[in-house]
Structure formats: C-alpha cells, structure tokens
C-alpha cells in the first residue's frame, strides 16, 4: 500500500528541518569559555565495575538450572558469612540473580563520599525490580577496589503477566541506586607535579583555535605563559602553590576564545536516514538526474486438487504478481554556495532522506559538494 503525496510529505520535512538548522547556523561564532572548549590533563572520571547480587526478588530471579554461577556465587558468599551448604545441593533459587554494576568515579574524590551506580542483570532475570544489592566491590581497570556497592534497586520499568499473556513497559532487567557506592580510596593526581606545568587538551584537534586559545590566555596573564604543543595540547606554567594553582585554572578556565569555523562536514545516519550538514557545506555547479525505481510484489495462494479417486495431494500453489514502475527522470541543475541554497537546491529532486545520501555520495566524488562526508 502506498500514500498519495508520500513525496510531498517528505520534501515538506526536509524543508522544515533545513529551516531549523539554518535558524541555528545564521548566527555568527561567539566566543566561549575554555571549560567548554577544552579541559586539565588528568582532571577525568575513572569507570568502575563490579559483579554481585540481588536479592529479595519476587519470584523474578535467575533460573539456576541456566544460570549456575548465580548458585556458585551465592555458595561462597555464604561460606564467607559461616554458612557450609552440603557439597552437591542443588540450590533452586528464584528470588537471586546475578549482576553487574558499574560507576564513574570523579576527580579528587576521597573515601566517604557517596557515587551513584547502575545495575544490569547478565543472567535470565525477569525483572530486579523490589531488589537490594548485596556488597560489591567495585574495581578499576588496575584491579584495585575503589568503591564499596549496596543498597535498593530503583527501577523504572514494570510489567504484569498471566494466562500466557504478558506486558512490560520500560526495561526491568537493569535500574540504579542514587548514592548506593561509598568511595574507599581515590585516584592519585599530581597536578603541576612536573614543576608546575600543567596540559590543557581541547575537546576536538584544531590549529586554529589552539593558536587564539594561546594568545587570549598570554593577554589575560600579561606574560606567555601559555604555549601550544601540537593541535591538541597547550603547556601552562602554573604556580607551585597548590592554592594559586587552583586560581590559575579557574582564571584560565572563565577566558572567552572564539574558535575557527568547523570544516565543511555532512553527517549521514545510515541507520536512521539522517542527513545533517553544517554552514561551511557549499555546492559547485552539477547536474543530477534522480528517479525512483518502485517494484511491487503481490503473492495471493490458491489450491490445486487432484481428480476424484486419484493419487495425487492437495497442495498450496502460490501465484506471484510484480510490477515495476520507473518513475521519470531529469537532468537538474544543482548549486549553491551557502547552506540554505545547497539545501534548495536538493530539495528540489524531491528525494527522500535515503536517496538523498546517494546523491550527495555522488556529489562528492563528482567534485561538486565540498564538504567531507561522515557515515555513523
């Protein structure tokens, strides 16, 4: 089944998407602070994670029989705690499942302070909902523990089933715990431990910006400074005193930079059919020709019989009917040296979002779409 105007309907919403992203592209660059520009060497989170269980389910849990290691590991928490189960017993357990948990640890925190984790189950699970966490380490990529794990599960999800049928919203088998890890030992950081120079590292390599981020920071301080490495990193010589050290990071973090204008780039979503462009996009003088090519296939079954008293079956013969339709096409004209005529100018082939990666894949390697082309 096809909807009349489905054509229209579409070129109506990359119309309306362009509009949108030229709104936010019409207005020049402005400056920002560095903190959004770039950020300290070492200032970082640290991932953390850790396997345990959950108890207390309602029935929800882990299948042993599929899962033995929930049973294993129930056993040796057990043993630990003084509790010896006879070698051989068969623990049918519906109320544990096994999970893992996972946190991002902060720069600089200390033992004491309280992180949020999440819990997944890795079993058969139904669902960790009225759950509590039993103790679990959480480990860093050194294997040290960083992070002591317990406390109720809150999940989001729920679901209901009976008479064979079931439903579910949200997903039940994962949930957090707000506060639900105290920190036992923080990550070691030296800032300016190398005679007071510290690394500041943008967020994406560009020469351009680096250069102004360099200048406005020598011009805040009166003095250089600041000095740039490659596109990437720039060397600060701060303060030995660890105070004047935080006032200088904070003083270079408030500085207003402009950055360069982004390289001409098109992102194309080949999963979702997405086409994004920014405003350095421009498009040379081209001629595209653009048709769609629409095959249709109808299968309707009959039954063939055999004569009275003979020897034959009765079968299911499927009778398939297809049509192909080839829609026409013309040679068009296609330029435009600023976003919102690139974007006319392809809107004007009345492609889909699908055919219009195709074409712009086209454009680029015809030399008339300057602009880098990005798949994700």
Request: overall charge negative; glycine content about 10%.
């Amino acid at each position: 089944m096809r909807l009349n105007g489905g054509r229209t309907i579409h070129s109506w919403l990359i119309q309306f998407s362009a509009f949108v992203l030229m709104s936010l592209l019409a207005f020049p660059a402005h400056a920002e602070s560095i903190r959004e520009l770039a950020s300290f060497a070492g200032v970082r989170d640290n991932q953390l994670v850790g396997y345990g269980l959950v108890v207390g389910l309602d029935s929800t849990g882990d299948q042993t029989t599929q899962a033995p290691f929930t049973s294993q590991s129930l056993m040796n928490m057990l043993s630990q705690l003084g509790v010896t189960v006879p070698a051989g017993t068969n623990l049918q357990l519906r109320n544990v499942a096994a999970v893992m948990v996972t946190a991002d640890l902060p720069p600089f925190s200390r033992p004491g302070q309280r992180l949020d984790i999440v819990v997944s189950s890795i079993a058969n699970a139904r669902s960790l909902r009225g759950g509590t966490l039993l103790m679990t380490p959480l480990r860093g990529a050194d294997g040290e523990t960083y992070a002591i794990a317990q406390g109720n599960m809150l999940v989001g999800g729920a679901g209901a089933q009976a008479g064979g049928s079931s439903v579910q919203i949200n997903q039940q088998a994962s949930g957090r715990i707000p506060n639900g890890a105290l920190v036992e030992m923080g990550v070691p950081l030296n800032l300016g431990g190398n005679g007071g120079t510290l690394e500041l590292q943008l967020n994406n390599s560009d020469f351009g910006t680096v250069q102004r981020m360099v200048s406005a920071i020598n011009n805040e301080f009166g003095q250089s400074v600041a000095y740039a490495r490659n596109g990437r990193v720039i060397a600060l010589d701060g303060p030995m005193d660890d105070n004047a050290r935080v006032n200088f990071m904070a003083r270079v973090e408030n500085i207003q930079v402009t950055p360069t204008e982004a390289p001409a780039r098109v992102v194309l979503n080949s999963r979702t059919g997405s086409v994004v462009m920014n405003s350095a996009v421009t498009l040379r003088e081209a001629a595209v020709a653009h048709g769609s090519l629409s095959i249709m296939i109808d299968t309707q079954f009959g039954v063939s019989q055999p004569a009275p008293f003979g020897q034959g079956e009765t079968v299911v013969v499927p009778n398939a009917d297809i049509d192909i339709e080839q829609q026409e096409a013309y040679l068009q004209i296609v330029e435009g040296a600023q976003l919102n005529e690139v974007v006319n100018a392809l809107n004007a082939l009345g492609a889909t979002p699908q055919d219009l990666m195709s074409i712009l894949e086209a454009l680029r390697a015809s030399g008339s779409l300057r602009a880098e082309l990005v798949v994700i």
